[in-house]
């Protein structure tokens, strides 16, 4: 049996915490086993690095999971107010690896004519079909990736905050 990590406890305990909870109703579970290959966060942070020429920061290992995918989608019961919520994670090495996602618009700014092949989705809706996405732009050199969401028609929208803060759970 694989030992987890901190970081894939929480994401375990995440999903019992939606599945016991009196007032979540959920619709679907992604628990997907974890990649054995992928050995631990330093290979990690050197395959990437090898094969992308992304250094990421060392605090990325804090976070680092070997998920082939983990997520939830699922709602408030009808005593309360309606919420909804879904995500699906991967892997960070696993994402980067994949080709680029499907968007909801079909052309690069024509100031960043290579944004929408350098984007690899890192957390989406894969069980409402809503087309959201959160994705990682893979810029060979680049020590912080850019982080971008994108709302569907809407278009694209960037945060430059680095990967290890944005999956990193408050407190």
């Not at 892997?91 to 690896?97: D, F, N, T």
């Not at 989406?124 to 028609?153: C, K, M, Y």
């Amino acid at each position: 049996m694989t030992t987890l990590t901190p970081q894939e406890n929480m994401w375990r305990d995440l999903l019992a915490e939606l599945r016991s909870s009196p007032g979540i109703q959920v619709y679907n579970e992604y628990d997907e086993p974890i990649d054995n290959s992928l050995g631990d966060a330093a290979a990690a942070l050197n395959e990437i690095a090898d094969d992308y020429d992304i250094r990421l920061d060392a605090s990325f290992s804090e976070t680092y999971t070997r998920f082939g995918g983990v997520g939830s989608s699922w709602r408030t019961t009808e005593e309360y107010p309606f919420i909804a919520g879904e995500f699906h994670i991967a892997s960070i090495q696993l994402s980067i690896e994949q080709a680029p996602p499907e968007l909801g618009w079909s052309e690069s700014p024509s100031d960043d004519p290579d944004l929408k092949y350098q984007l690899r989705a890192i957390d989406g809706t894969p069980d409402s079909g809503v087309g959201t996405l959160a994705a990682v732009r893979v810029q060979p050199g680049v020590t912080n990736p850019e982080i971008w969401f994108d709302h569907g028609p809407r278009g694209p929208g960037n945060w430059t905050w680095t990967i290890a803060a944005t999956w990193k759970r408050s407190a």
